[in-house]
C-alpha cells in the first residue's frame, strides 16, 4: 500500500533554517509528481510546493517563494523540503501527499514551529 512518511520537523528561531523529508513505499515513486502542504490551527490546508516526476519543473505558494525549495531524489523515493528564512507565520504542520489514479494520500505529518 502507499505510504508517505515525513521527518524533519521541529523547533527552529525566526530567520532560521529546516529540510523536510518525505520517504515514499509502496508505488513506482518516480512516475508521480509530489506536493507539500501545510495547516495551521484553525486554518485551512494550504499546498506549499509541488514538483514534477521527474523534478523538472516545481511551483510554490506565493508567501514562501524564493525561501523554500522543494527537491526529490528519486533513487531514494524522497522527497524534500528546505525552508530558508522562516517566519513565525510558516509555524503549520508540514505533509507530504501524491495523487496516484484520482486518489489522493498523505504522510501523518511533521509538526514545524518557528519561535523565539
Known amino acids: 500500500q502507499v505510504q508517505l512518511v515525513e521527518s524533519g520537523g521541529g523547533l527552529v528561531q525566526p530567520g532560521g533554517s529546516l529540510t523536510l523529508s518525505c520517504t515514499a513505499s509502496g508505488y513506482t515513486f518516480s512516475n508521480y509528481g509530489m506536493s507539500w502542504y501545510r495547516q495551521a490551527p484553525g486554518k485551512e490546508r494550504e499546498r506549499v510546493a509541488q514538483i514534477s516526476s521527474g523534478g523538472l519543473m516545481d511551483r510554490y505558494l506565493d508567501s514562501v517563494q524564493d525561501r523554500f525549495s522543494i527537491s526529490r531524489d528519486n533513487s531514494k523515493n524522497t522527497v524534500f523540503l528546505k525552508m530558508n528564512s522562516l517566519k513565525p507565520e510558516d509555524t503549520a504542520d508540514y505533509l507530504c501527499?501524491?495523487?496516484?489514479?484520482?486518489?489522493?494520500?498523505w504522510g501523518q505529518g511533521t509538526q514545524v514551529t518557528v519561535s523565539s
Open positions: 501527499s501524491t495523487v496516484i489514479g484520482g486518489q489522493t494520500y
